[in-house]
């Protein structure tokens, strides 16, 4: 069976290959990258930082483990951190993508001639074998013909190996849709093939229990596979890949999210919806937008980010992110505005663009160092907390891969066309070339800084058809007009959020937008007493410190991502008195300093009151107050008592040298977790891991260490097993019950011989015939005194 449709809401950018789509368009198009061209602004500084961060990489670094796995010389050593301890060859898919948009965006040869050349790269690679394989996990073809055969033991070893092998099909997808290569449709389609025999043989069973490791969005690739070909086999391959664990709650609208690892999750929410726009699927649509809505209204925070070390909190206690130095993920909201995108361009509603322009202002364009280039992993949200960046030689993480997707794409959602109506989306300026209509339109302004744009037509002859702007929802009431030529018009908003104004457009005719900012106080999702201000779309925030940023540049360590500085005491921090007042008295414009206000009125400790807020895109290198506890003016020592109470992992911070969270992902996977037997879930919010065998991690060791420290649940019973230092027998625990319904933390003295710099594999042995665990927290602890 052939497929007769093509929708293009995520294949965008038919560029240089010229390439025909084969049935009806989506409702509404986003236009070719190669279409829009940015203009002086924020967005275009942070293109071209992002310029010069992706010159500074070697092709052929990326590309070693590829050619390595195919039984090929490298031309280059591979990098190292992420790229050489298990994620082997994950960046290079990014890159592709990134040089593809890159060169659309900007028409300049070099990110073309490095796209050629690693795909011809690639090809090399899977033309030395028989199979189509092409691919970076270390020792990749014998674990694939393990899995082919049923066989998981290799595959449950290795680090996310469906999500390091879905950056390349992304990445070769994206070189022959938006950067015109050819090849790269070649190497992809026979990827495809052999991920459909790989599969061939296997039970819909042992796939679903495959996809309880994150696998990225292999749904989503395959049906883009199908719509390229038209060929139906690769949209039941497609099928395959969706993971029902979490589909099935998604249509039938339940939010079973708290606790999931996030950026597993939204990217297969992104397939749904693509398989979606391809088979006529309403339940899959609804199961996506519903995702949607919760994410956004429940779970993001005032700059569009989720989750707290990489999982989603309760959506009712936001607790942990506040206290955390590992806030929202860059990644996260990467997929996010991905999955914006499509439900926009099939069901247009300024909803989505409202969440979209949030996201992109105040977490994908502060998630890049302004100056050196580098990109962030974690937002921490913690008062008086601070980002990491990468450096290019350095960190490898998966925030560097979208990283430098992020920041040459920004072009694609300015604007959206159907037929002859034109949407303008975004205020950010631009130039369109409307190749299909024979205009142009420039986007002129210095948004947000003022609050103001204008639109301009270019053309030869008249052109009529509809232009629809997007009023958005932070316009202070009355304060949005536009004006045609000079003449205020009059233009209804509709059900959608947009005005439109249809008419014959001349070569010169000009919309001017007036976009007057209103301020608010934007609370968590879970309405607790933190705050963020907002002004406009911008979320404002203050710089508190510029000392003890440790690692503020990343180096390769493992844990190089994470902000690892000391913690501030958070009933220490800047305190916001809620005085009655509207915002926007408290804000004092800086006359000379756009964007910049004084608050001194709102900030309780006399300390803090000459602190500035700014645009947090424009705040780096600094810790900073982003959200702000707030109080009522009678309720303030309270609030501080309160505060104090809340704060209770700074004292446990400072005597950590190591720590692990059981049962998730990211954690364990930083400490090489090893296992047999061993099962997770989440209880009370919280994760744990236990074993009817055994499960173990690798962990930092000082001379200053002095104990381990396991956290168990009071309830559980009947169960006994052993912790090992290496090959030494540490302890032996038997949980009975007794403690009852409570955590409770142990404290297991360590030898003097263990406690060295260094690495020490702590391990949990069951008994035969009982449990090892469950356990909620691992740490490596110094001794209390030695706190300052």
Known sequence: MKIQWFKTSILIGLVASGMQALAQQPQLQSFSLNEVHLLKSPFLDAEQTDMGYMLKLDPDRLLAPFLREAGLKPKAESYGNWENTGLDGHTAGHYLTALAQMYASTGQKVWKTRLDYMVSELKRCQDNRTDGYVGGVPEGPLMWEHVANGNFDLFNKRWVPWYNLHKLYAGLRDAYLIGGNAEAKDVLIKLTDWADRLLSKLSEQQIQKMLDTEQGGMNEVCADVAAITGDNKYLVLAKKFDHQAILQPLEAHQDKLNGLHANTQIPKVIGFERIAELDNDSSFDSAARFFWETVVDNRSISIGGNSVREHFNPANNFISMVESEQGPETCNSYNMLKLTKMLFLTKPDAKYMNYYERTLYNHILSSQHPGKGGFVYFTPIRPDHYRVYSQPDEGFWCCVGTGMENHGKYGEMIYAHQGKDLYVNLFIASKLDWKQQGIALVQTNNFPFEEKSELRIVSTKPSTFKLWIRQPEWVKEGGFTLRLNGKFIKAAKDANGYVSINRKWNNGDRVSIQLPMRNKLEYLPDHSEWVSIVHGPIVLAAATDTTKLVGLMADGSRFGHVATGPLEPIDKAPLLVDNGNDISAELKPITEAPLRFTFANMVYQPQYKQLKLMPFFELHDARYMLYWPIAKADSIEQRKHQLADDDNIIALAKRTVDQVSPGEQQPE???????????????????????????????????????????????????????????QKLAHVVLDGSQGDIFFTK?????????????????FVAEKGSIAGGVFDVRMVKESKTLN
Not at 680 to 697: C, I
Not at 713 to 727: E, H, K, P, Q, V
């Open 669 to 727: 996977s930083d400490h090489s977790i090893e296992s047999n037997g061993s099962k997770t879930g989440v209880f009370r919010n919280k994760h744990w891991r236990d074993a009817s065998g055994y499960f173990a991690y690798k962990m930092r060791t000082t001379p200053s260490v002095k104990a381990l420290l396991v956290t168990y649940y009071g309830g559980d019973a009947n169960r006994s097993f052993d912790i090992y230092l290496d090959d």
């Open 747 to 763: 404290e297991y003295a360590i030898p003097a011989s263990v406690a060295k710099p260094g690495i020490v594999v702590v391990k």
